[in-house]
Nanobody, 121 residues
Framework: QVQLVESGGGLVQPGGSLRLSCAAS????????MRWYRQAPGKERELVAV???????NYADSVKGRFIISRDNAKNTVYLQMNSLKPEDTAVYYC???????????????WGQGTQVTVSS
């Protein structure tokens, strides 16, 4: 069984920073892409950032220059460093990962349960 568990969310003032973590655990053979999404109340879930197994990253225009995605392959963990936070960054943040559980398995996408980020004074 595979689990993705996010942590690091909370309440922060505008201009502040937070660092989210998402750790994958269980029977894991290998992980390809890892991503962060977010969903604000009344809005659709949107892709925030993605990172490949080799470390190549891409970002939504709304977070470029403020957010940094990184990963530790030895720990099966992806991070999202969020700087210069704005009220419009308020959302539930979800991670997902494309992984296979054993040799010969196909890659499937797994999701975490989400962590709330609130940016407010």
């Amino acid at each position: 069984q595979v689990q993705l568990v996010e942590s690091g969310g909370g309440l922060v003032q505008p201009g502040g920073s937070l660092r989210l973590s998402c750790a994958a655990s269980g029977s894991i053979r290998s992980i390809n892409g890892m991503r962060w999404y977010r969903q604000a109340p009344g809005k659709e879930r949107e892709l925030v950032a993605v990172i490949t197994s080799g470390g190549t990253s891409n970002y939504a225009d709304s977070v470029k220059g403020r957010f940094i995605i990184s990963r530790d392959n030895a720990k099966n963990t992806v991070y999202l460093q969020m700087n210069s936070l704005k009220p419009e960054d308020t959302a539930v943040y979800y991670c997902n990962a494309d992984l296979r559980r054993y040799y010969g398995d196909s890659y499937n996408t797994y999701w975490g349960q989400g962590t709330q980020v609130t940016v407010s004074s």
